[in-house]
């Protein structure tokens, strides 16, 4: 699905230094800029290069901004954010992990219309230096058949990354992306 007219894209205020970004075991980082044309929405790749992931899209963005999208409408995928200071977001605790936010919660939240992304992005300009985690978890298949095939997609200041993980219940239900921010 094409998104409408694109809100002019947040470019960074400056560049980040990352350092050690890695993906989950046995999973190939790949580029997460495809130059295909206007941009797609829900599948968490910037399709039209301008260094935002899934613009136009209602997903909020900034130096840091991490998204998976998959399509197996019922399956119940989670994305956390572990920061340098140990908090997670998303979190019960509203004020942890200050600049930190979850946008999109699918398939719980209403609105999803069975295009599943969910998006934590930090709304401010120096985000905190040191180890960051990114997990993704498959929470309950309600239905859906595995492998869950999943899209990640980050955003690390003009950096862009992003994998496709194939996600089933007992040991393959989680994969962590990593990376120091110095």
């Known amino acids: 699905m094409a998104c409408g007219p694109s809100a002019p894209a947040r470019t960074p205020?400056?560049?980040?230094?990352?350092?050690?970004?890695?993906?989950?075991?046995?999973?190939?980082?790949?580029?997460?800029?495809?130059?295909?044309?206007?941009?797609?929405?829900?599948?968490?790749?910037?399709?039209?290069?301008?260094?935002?992931?899934?613009?136009?899209?209602?997903?909020?963005?900034?130096?840091?901004?991490?998204?998976?999208?998959?399509?197996?409408?019922?399956?119940?995928?989670?994305?956390?954010?572990?920061?340098?200071?140990?908090?997670?977001?998303?979190?019960r605790d509203k004020s942890a992990a200050p600049g930190f936010h979850l946008d999109h919660d699918c398939p719980a939240e209403d609105g999803c219309n069975g295009q599943n992304e969910e998006n934590v992005y930090f709304d401010g300009a120096d985000p905190p230096k040191g180890h960051y985690l990114v997990e993704i978890s498959l929470v309950d298949l309600h239905g859906a058949e595995a492998p869950v095939k999943v899209r990640f997609g980050a955003r690390l200041g003009t950096r862009l990354v992003g994998f496709d993980v194939d996600l089933s219940p007992g040991e393959d239900a989680k994969k962590t992306f990593g990376f120091d921010l110095m």
Do not use: M, Y
Not at 58 to 85: K, Y
């Open 13 to 91: 205020e400056a560049k980040l230094n990352v350092a050690n970004v890695a993906g989950p075991p046995g999973v190939t980082l790949v580029q997460a800029c495809t130059p295909t044309g206007p941009e797609l929405c829900f599948n968490a790749v910037d399709d039209n290069c301008n260094g935002v992931i899934d613009e136009g899209c209602g997903e909020q963005t900034g130096l840091l901004q991490f998204t998976i999208a998959w399509s197996a409408t019922t399956a119940d995928v989670n994305l956390a954010v572990t920061t340098p200071a140990h908090e997670r977001v998303p979190s």
